[in-house]
């Protein structure tokens, strides 16, 4: 019998602006000799990243199939997928729920070209997948103009020397029916809630070592685990510096006066600023909406000319009719209240503040934004303190309650990274060298 035709599809796409003008661009590679067999790309208007990475998988694909007649070799070809987004990769193996209502249809669009048993999917750092991403931002450029892409115009492969990608995919032989059964669930769990998704995942039968479904699985956390997937998405947590209400204690959040940082924070947010600029790791910058947040944020982006972009998930817990008191006056006017928020991570302040377990939901929810977003790149984290210590929390896997076990001065650094197989590293916790 003829065996199927094996191809390696690596795709991409940008938006400048998110949304703004966007293209993908993709390329179809034969794995034993690295050859460029196909390559697509296009500009698409006004869009965000996820629906161009979206684009790109499907003309990858699209362009796989083209390369086979249907009917012949094998019954059509096999294709291992490569892409730098976590998001689609992740949501295309099945293991994240598609939310968004403008990737559903998508996610559709790219599971119907070929069957589900013929693709797999795989993560890679965004320095590996240079020649779609070349592709994509000649699409973009080639928008700028007015025009579409041109392949007599383009030089990506030329700027992209090829590596060995034999190994990229598996021999076609193997155990029977694995892959399929594999794939199969894959495409199922597209449609299902999260947890019932991961469990039908976790139920099923192991693939067979070597197989794509292997190196997918649920990673072991900790020293023995499964590979980390490359360059992580580092996270370097700054607080915000000092404002009037930093010395005295007083609850400050998102449900205040926004105050902005007093003469010793903004001396704070300067001496933090010549050490990332002494250190020169940090490639991009994020911010909490908040004042605070925004100056200490602004201070560096000065100093690495760097542009910061919020994120509202950052902004700091509303603390409802606790904003502006200490924890005295709070514990006088308001005991009851105050206990049980000491007492359970799902108790809110008085008068609808937040609770810690409504603020880990929107903090994880940034998370995986940025995560997603800033694959294989160390980001400048300008936030709070619950938010910092959230973080740090969930990266641990530790209780709620130790929220009230950290300490975070103003300014301080934190770091965390984020691996593409789910697991996550501290690196770093309230460190303050920089500003003595």
């Known amino acids: 019998m003829t065996q199927p035709r094996q191809f390696v599809v690596e795709a991409d796409g940008g938006s400048r602006g998110n949304p703004g003008p966007a293209g993908y661009g993709a390329v179809v590679i034969d794995p034993a000799t690295g050859e460029t067999l196909a390559e697509a790309a296009e500009y698409i208007g006004v869009a965000t990243n996820n629906v161009a990475e979206y684009k790109g998988l499907i003309a990858g694909l699209r362009a796989a199939k083209a390369l086979v007649p249907d009917g012949s070799d094998g019954g059509g070809p096999r294709v291992h997928v490569r892409m730098d987004s976590k998001l689609v990769v992740e949501q295309m193996s099945g293991r994240w729920k598609i939310k968004h209502p403008d990737m559903k249809p998508l996610a559709a669009e790219a599971a119907r070209i070929l069957p589900a048993s013929a693709v797999t999917y795989e993560w890679i750092p965004r320095e590996k997948n240079k020649h779609a991403d070349r592709l994509a931002n000649e ?25 060995s990608v034999a190994a990229a995919l598996p021999p076609v032989s193997g155990p029977p029916g694995d892959a399929t059964a594999g794939a199969a669930r ?11 998704a991961g469990q039908a995942l976790a139920d099923a039968p192991q693939a067979s070592v070597g197989s794509p479904q292997a190196a997918s699985a649920t990673p072991q956390v900790g020293w023995g685990a499964s590979p980390d997937l490359g360059a992580p998405a580092t996270f370097v947590l700054l607080r915000h510096g000092e404002t009037a ?17 007093s003469a010793v ?24 909406p908040l004042r605070r947040c925004r100056e200490t944020a602004g201070a560096v982006a000065a100093r690495l000319g760097l542009e910061v972009r919020i ?9 409802g009719a606790w904003e502006g008191l200490t924890f005295g006056e709070v514990k006088e006017r308001y005991a009851a209240d105050l206990d049980a928020w000491l ?29 997603t977003r800033y694959a294989g790149r160390t980001v400048l984290v300008v936030t709070h303190v619950t938010p910092i210590k959230t973080l740090v929390r969930l990266a641990l896997g530790a209780p709620p309650e130790s929220l009230f076990r950290m300490e975070l001065s103003a300014a301080s650094v934190s770091a965390v990274a984020y691996y593409a197989d789910g697991n996550a590293s501290v690196r770093l916790l309230n460190d303050t060298s920089h500003l003595r």
């Open 186 to 196: 894959a495409r199922a769990a597209l449609n299902r809630p999260a947890a019932e």
């Open 343 to 371: 007492a359970s991570a799902k108790a809110a302040p008085t008068g609808g503040g937040e609770s810690f377990a409504e603020v880990a939901r929107r903090v994880a929810a940034a998370r995986d934004r940025l995560v």
């Open 139 to 163: 699409a973009m450029d080639a928008g700028k103009r007015g025009k579409q892409w041109e392949p007599s115009s383009s030089t990506a492969a030329l700027d992209t020397p090829r590596s």
């Open 245 to 261: 209400l930093t010395p005295e204690k007083r609850f400050s959040g998102s449900g205040g006066t926004d105050p902005e940082l």
């Open 265 to 288: 924070g903004r001396g704070q947010a300067e001496r933090a600023a010549e050490a990332f600029a002494a250190r020169g790791t940090v490639q991009e910058i994020v911010s909490s």
């Open 311 to 319: 994120e509202e998930g950052l902004r700091e817990t509303d603390f």
